[in-house]
């Protein structure tokens, strides 16, 4: 079983729809969860992390955590074309001095005008 | 520009040849790490620094990879013996972590090695 696990994709979603993206995990120590956008040939940029259960919101972007299900979830309202790339589920245990993301494999979003 | 930035950004080189990377992190940041990406995978965990030490390396950083941090500025990535198998896009990333606190890493555009 993978650590982090993405749908792959490609999800095609209609411009002006909601963008759903989801991630499981199976390290229970996880505490916290990040959500990168990468484009093609480029390097990943962040989007929003999230470590309470639940949902928060930055502007079109809804992170939501349940850590009983072991699983994170990116919601994309009103997407736009720009937000066509790759989505990329990232975790790490926070340890103090052990910091390091595991990544999934990330999922396609295009995103059709 | 103040973000996590990588030099060089893309290097060819041939078999059996040694390369080196630099990254220079954002300002102020006191810990560095190192991933690997290859194609249709996710970033993969190299090493990192906090300050100058380096705390923990993957075991996927064979002997033939060395990092260091000296002064706790920035970082250069050494691979000697390339082999074809090191072709991937190394990505430096940097933090700004205190205790108690979450680790927001950012990360740099990457220098992409093909081995040929």
């Known amino acids: 079983q993978k650590e982090v696990e993405q749908n792959s994709g490609p999800l095609s979603v209609p411009e002006g729809a909601i963008a759903s993206l989801n991630c499981t995990y199976s390290?229970?120590?996880?505490?916290?969860f990040f959500w990168y956008r990468q484009y093609s040939g480029k390097s990943p940029e962040l989007i929003m992390f999230?470590?309470?259960?639940g949902d928060k919101e930055d502007g079109r972007f809804t992170a939501q955590l349940n850590k009983a299900s072991q699983y994170v979830s990116l919601l994309i309202r009103d997407s736009q074309p720009s937000d066509s790339a790759t989505y990329l589920c990232?975790?790490?245990?926070?340890?103090?001095?052990?910091?390091?993301?595991?990544f999934g494999t990330g999922t396609r979003l295009t995103i059709i005008p | 520009d103040t973000g996590v930035s990588q030099d060089p950004r893309h290097k060819i080189t041939k078999r059996g040849q040694n390369v080196t990377f630099r990254c220079d992190p954002i300002?102020?940041?006191?810990?560095l790490y190192w991933y690997r990406q290859t194609l249709g995978q996710g970033p993969e965990f190299l090493t990192y620094?906090?300050?100058?030490?380096?705390?923990?390396k993957s075991r996927l950083l064979s002997d033939r990879f060395s990092a260091e941090r000296p002064k706790g500025s920035f970082s250069t990535l050494e691979i000697q013996r390339t082999e074809q198998g090191d072709s991937a896009m190394y990505l430096c990333?940097?933090?700004?972590?205190?205790?108690?606190?979450?680790?927001?890493?950012?990360f740099g555009p990457g220098t992409r090695l093909t081995v040929l």
């Open positions: 300002s102020e940041h006191n810990r």
């Open positions: 990232a975790v790490n245990r926070w340890n103090f001095g052990n910091e390091k993301l595991t």
């Open positions: 990333a940097s933090s700004l972590s205190f205790s108690e606190s979450t680790d927001t890493q950012y």
């Open positions: 390290d229970r120590g996880s505490q916290s």
């Open positions: 999230i470590y309470s259960n």
């Open positions: 620094f906090q300050n100058e030490a380096q705390l923990e």
